[in-house]
């Protein structure tokens, strides 16, 4: 099952612009991260925000977390070709000793 | 090169075969999670070990099971094979019992089940 639902469900935007998306989940987290998948490749870690957090930065990336909305946005800013992923939502419950994942937003960015 | 190796890259089987996927964790970490991502179904657990114990089962089939060795390696071992079982198969590695550092993923496996 699904903790996390991303939207859009696919963005696609010009170099330089910037990219939001939006992950909401259903029960208490004790953090939520962000992921990074190229096609077909393995997911990597972008950044981690913990519960008692409400903003985090990481390079070019910001992110943002609402617990009493249940939702979190990840924000690309001067998105580059290079960025073009899938990028995923996962949350940590602090009790199920392990991440469940959302559905995930394709992001195309074009030249 | 993310530290953790996950071996075959791809694997093509017919129906009601039994295959092995390995999974070597990043040095140091203890945990290792198994994940099974298709088209219709996303990304969805399977298993989690930590030094060598099963700590947290997903939807998990009975056809499939996992061991963790005492080299901390894990092998996902898929039975009776089915068509839907075609995925690509991920495993990630942490720290410790619990992912509130992040996971790091291997390539995975693209299993194909003809």
């Known amino acids: 099952s699904q903790q996390g639902e991303e939207d859009p469900q696919a963005l696609s935007i010009q170099e330089g612009e910037n990219a939001t998306m939006n992950c909401s989940y259903k029960?208490?987290?004790?953090?939520l991260q962000w992921y990074r998948q190229n096609s077909g490749r393995g997911l990597v870690h972008l950044i981690l925000?913990?519960?008692?957090?409400r903003e985090k930065h990481s390079g070019r990336l910001r992110v943002t977390l609402d617990t009493s909305k249940k939702s979190s946005s990840l924000l690309i800013t001067a998105s580059r070709a290079a960025d073009t992923a899938s990028y995923f939502c996962?949350?940590?419950?602090?009790?199920?000793?392990?991440?469940?994942f959302g559905t995930g937003t394709r992001l195309q960015v074009t030249l | 090169d993310s530290g953790v190796t996950q071996t075959p890259k791809h694997l093509i089987t017919a129906t009601g075969q039994r295959v092995t996927l390995r999974c070597s964790p990043r040095?140091?970490?203890?945990?290792v999670y198994w994940y099974q991502q298709s088209l219709d179904q996303g990304l969805q657990f399977l298993i989690h070990?930590?030094?060598?114990?099963?700590?947290a089962k997903g939807n998990i089939l009975e056809r499939f099971s996992a061991q963790q060795f005492p080299d901390l390696h894990s092998e996902l071992n898929l039975s009776s094979l089915e068509l839907g079982d075609s995925a690509l198969y991920f495993c990630?590695?942490?720290?410790?019992?619990?992912?509130?550092?992040?996971?790091?993923f291997g390539s995975g496996t693209r299993l194909t089940v003809v």
């Open positions: 990630a590695s942490s720290v410790g019992v619990a992912p509130n550092y992040g996971y790091t």
């Open positions: 029960t208490s987290i004790n953090n």
């Open positions: 925000i913990r519960s008692n957090e």
């Open positions: 996962a949350t940590d419950t602090g009790t199920a000793s392990k991440l469940t």
């Open positions: 040095s140091g970490d203890l945990s």
């Open positions: 070990y930590y030094n060598g114990e099963e700590r």
